[in-house]
């Protein structure tokens, strides 16, 4: 039986493995040289404990660090505390904070600056600390300068999977304490502990981020200056890196159809690895307070009448995997061995026939994702396959503000969504499931109204699972039940390319890509 | 002349006030709210959490009460806050208007002195080969849609000809200072004024044509001719002259769209301008920077459109005021 005290060790301990192994890449790491990137859309601020949007993750994720990273198979890995220790009984965890830490303006980074964050900060500002916080710890003491202790009102296996730089950014406490953290004039030149530094934010135009002299990790980073470019027109986005103006796109700053062309070009590397953590699954949530929806059989018909291959490879241009049920692939405890809903439009019509339901009475409403054509030809096709099936179809035209309404009012028939699963199902999945969670003014909640005790009892069983196998049984189930009666409707894990040029290398190093700090990445001169 | 002002300036606020107040109750029918989208785009926020961004925003307060407190401010010179990127929206808009001038200035003098130019050469070639190249071409650039000419000129001269950047304003990380910065700001708005300008200046070459071969037909044109004065003299002091108010007209429409118009053309060639910070506040729901942008556009609208009025008499001296 595997303890998470074990695992926990068994993390710090890979420590020495995973350096030893990264410091033998082709070549010898050359410092200097100048990273260009693009940053899309621009972020409102820098402040990743203010905001949590992914551009501000991307440019934060250089200048603010976390307790903890997560490696691509989701294991523990150290960044700002150097080891971690979780009491068998789950309520206590100690982490051990790296000596000689310094923030950006000089003063050291202590225990308290992680109290602050764990006590005051996060949970005025963070969409998912406060709820960590509410439900499971109890109190959080700096025992010494380098040491935090975390006492837990009751266990909570997914604890050590929220303390990356964006679920859990310390912020200086001396800074902050005692101010009011949003409008602090400090907002507009952070200060963290990362391997680089703000420098200046041209609006509109770019942000310039230099090398740390101070950074922690004796001779880090490589690289002397990042560039994260503002370009708001996609098109302009694949010319600049055509050109060299940039060297790196991050999934998601060009359009799917133009990958493939850039990833042919010559001294061009791709990848899709660095998204583990965030495993980002794409799912048909029906609303289940409609009656048509009620039927589960109506609900395995629409699944079957859907060529989810189709919809990855010619809609989205292989940016993505067909699901196989509500964990993505690369999630923890993902179970595959649960019921599958193939692509089989006579079984669907069967299916639609023998539940007796007209469905030409059931008018409904698709509301898309408005983020452009690829979404746009996605709801198109889901909306051709429901008239096939015999829907009445119309699509619910929404910009991204929109959306967000019809979602929070569940004032939606059939819509899309997709969700960060966030490294552990107790943190990303079980949310859109619990019957209590249906609660106005969120998309990220049990929006469709899902209503199945046992399935909320899985779940928190799970949750509150003291050892591995326990929790992955209790996942296992629940998953086979979820598989079983298709509240939503799981489409695919999303896939996210990124493009660089191969003089860059080291880029990717852990299951959250491109937010870790780049302190061992380095540029061939 | 003074209680001209007088009024015109008591009009002028009103309809800044009008315009602002409108706008503000447009904008609140949009559905969703920064707070909501905040938490959106962070992809989790229970509803708690949008409540107290909300609560912090002053999004709770009755409607009325927002707009007494936006009005109120903006009457002591208050812009009010950005919600979401949590900067005064007066430095929003401070930082992002030159940019944006110095490419609709630009645009508007390149299309002024193109189109006139254009105009004249057609009207005093009428008929042969420079008027029909000339009015084509103009009607080609009337007709086309903005983005296309953007797209296919930084297709043609970036990526094939190489002899302009595509975008940006200036060359990021040069650090190039005093005159190497403004010619190298200035060759990297060579397309995006180009762009914004070929539409107005296809417009003034089609009315500087129409407009100088109706006064070229006017008798005291014809004496000019039989006075024996100069063909180049008659074109410049009695035809131009006599034919340039439809032109000035325009223009001043044109000038209006200074602050507001250039979107598009920001957007293609990441010009950081202040119309993709009225673009973005919009999708993001950031109430005060849009109506911040919205009334300064007002403002400026406003502004030229007195200007154009007192400006008339000069070039039209029949005009009376009003």
Redesign the interface.
């Known amino acids: 039986m595997t303890r998470w005290a074990a695992l926990a060790l068994a993390g710090a301990a890979l420590l020495g493995g995973a350096a030893a192994a990264q410091s033998a890449p082709e070549g010898e790491p050359t410092p200097g040289g ?1 990273l ?1 990137m693009i940053v899309q ?2 972020p ?2 820098l402040i990743t404990g ?5 551009p501000t993750l991307y440019v934060g994720g250089q200048i603010y660090e976390g307790l903890l990273t997560y490696g691509a198979d989701l294991a523990p890995l150290p960044q700002l505390a150097e080891s971690w220790e979780a009491a068998e009984d789950g309520l206590t965890y100690t982490f051990h904070l790296q000596e000689g830490v310094n923030w950006h303006d000089g003063q050291p980074f202590t225990a308290d600056d992680v109290v602050f964050a764990a006590e005051e900060f996060l949970v ?1 500002t963070h ?2 600390w ?2 960590i916080h509410e439900a499971y710890v109890e109190d959080v003491v700096a025992q010494d300068d380098t040491t935090v202790v975390f006492q837990m009102k009751k266990p909570f296996s997914a604890f050590l999977y929220g303390f990356d730089m964006s679920s859990f950014p310390i912020m200086p406490a001396h800074i902050y304490q005692g101010t009011d953290y ?2 602090n004039p400090a ?2 030149t952070p200060v963290g502990t990362g391997p680089f530094k703000f420098d200046e934010w ?5 942000i ?1 981020l230099v090398r740390n002299e101070d950074y922690w990790k004796e001779g880090r980073p490589y690289i002397d ?1 990042l ?1 994260f ?5 996609a ?2 986005r694949a ?2 890196f ?2 060299g103006t940039v060297d790196l796109l991050r999934g998601g700053d060009v359009e799917g159809f133009t990958i493939r062309g850039l990833s042919e070009m010559p001294g061009v590397e791709t990848t899709t690895a660095g998204w583990e953590y965030f495993s980002p699954q794409m799912f048909l949530q029906p609303n289940l307070r409609q009656e048509v929806f009620q039927n589960a059989d109506i609900r395995k018909a629409i699944y079957h009448a859907l060529d989810r291959d189709f919809i990855v490879n010619a809609i989205f241009f292989g940016q993505g995997t067909p699901s196989t049920g509500p964990f993505a692939a690369s999630m923890l405890f993902h179970d595959p061995n649960v019921t599958q809903y193939p692509f089989d439009m006579d079984a669907a019509k069967e299916l639609v026939a023998n539940s007796g339901v007209d469905l030409s009475q059931h008018p409904i409403r698709l509301l898309g994702l408005p983020y452009g054509a690829t979404w746009d030809r996605m709801t198109e096709y889901v909306k051709q396959q429901l008239e096939e099936l015999g829907f009445v179809v119309s699509i619910q035209p ?9 979602m ?1 009012n569940f004032d939606f028939d059939l819509a899309f969504s997709f ?2 699963q966030y490294g552990h199902p107790a943190q990303g999945v079980s ?1 859109i499931y619990y019957s209590d969670n249906q ?7 049990n929006n469709g109204g899902y209503e199945n005790p046992e399935v909320d009892a899985l779940f928190r069983k799970a949750a509150d699972a003291l050892t591995e196998d326990e929790a992955r049984a209790a996942y296992s189930q629940v998953q086979q039940i979820l598989a079983d009666e298709v509240p939503v409707l799981w489409m695919f894990d999303m896939l996210n390319t990124t493009i660089y040029r191969d003089k860059i290398h080291n880029l990717i190093r852990t299951g959250i890509g491109l937010n870790e700090p780049m302190d061992d990445v380095w540029i061939a001169q | 002349m003074m209680s001209f002002t007088l009024q015109r300036v008591m009009k002028a606020f009103v309809v800044i006030l009008g315009v602002v107040i409108l706008n503000f109750f447009l904008i609140k029918m ?4 920064p707070a ?17 961004l909300r609560a ?1 925003f002053g999004l709770d307060q009755p409607v009325l009460v927002q707009l007494w407190n936006y009005v109120s401010g903006v009457l002591r010179g208050d812009l009010g ?2 919600y ?4 005064p929206v007066l430095d ?1 808009i401070l ?2 208007l030159p ?1 944006t001038l110095l490419l609709t200035g630009a645009a508007f003098v390149f299309s002024l002195v193109t189109g006139i130019l254009f105009g004249v050469l057609a009207a005093r070639n009428r008929g042969n080969v420079l008027d029909s190249i000339i009015t084509t071409l103009a009607l080609i650039f009337y007709a086309t849609p903005l983005f296309w000419i953007a ?1 296919m000129a ?1 297709l043609l001269f ?2 094939n000809l190489g002899w302009v950047p ?4 200036e060359t ?2 040069a650090g190039y200072t005093g005159w190497r910065r403004a010619l190298d700001i200035a060759h990297h708005m060579i397309l995006p004024v180009v762009t914004l300008g070929l539409f107005y200046t296809a417009i003034y070459t089609r009315l500087t044509r129409a407009s100088m071969l109706e006064v070229m037909g006017l008798d005291f044109v014809k004496t000019a001719r039989a006075k024996g004065v100069p063909k180049r003299r008659i074109i410049r002091r009695h035809v131009l002259r006599n034919a340039i108010l439809p032109v000035f007209t325009f223009a001043s429409m044109q000038a209006g769209q200074l602050v507001g118009g250039a979107i598009l053309t ?8 202040i119309g ?2 009225m673009f ?1 506040a919009l ?3 950031d109430y005060p920077v849009l109506l911040g942008v919205f009334l300064v556009t007002a403002i400026v609208v406003v502004a030229i459109n007195f200007i154009a009025d007192l400006l008339y008499r000069f070039v039209d001296p029949r005009i009376a005021i009003a």
Do not use: C, K
Request: net charge negative; proline share 7%; hydrophobic share 35%.
């Open positions: 100048t260009n859309p621009e409102p601020m203010l905001n949590t949007q992914g005025e969409p998912r406060r709820l949003r409008t907002n507009s041209q609006r509109g135009s770019y310039h200056d560039y470019r503002v370009i708001p027109d098109a302009s010319i600049a055509e050109q929404v910009d991204a503000g929109g959306w967000l309404q019809a929070g969700l960060y949310r609660v106005r003014g969120t998309h990220a909640g | 949009a559905p969703g709210d909501v989208i905040l938490a959106g785009e962070a992809g989790s926020g229970d509803p708690q959490f949008v409540e107290r912090e806050f950005s979401r990127n949590q900067v929003l930082d992002r940019a797209l930084v970036s990526l595509p975008f940006d304003m990021i990380g920001e957007t293609v060639f990441a010009w950081p301008g993709r910070l973005d999708m993001q729901r």
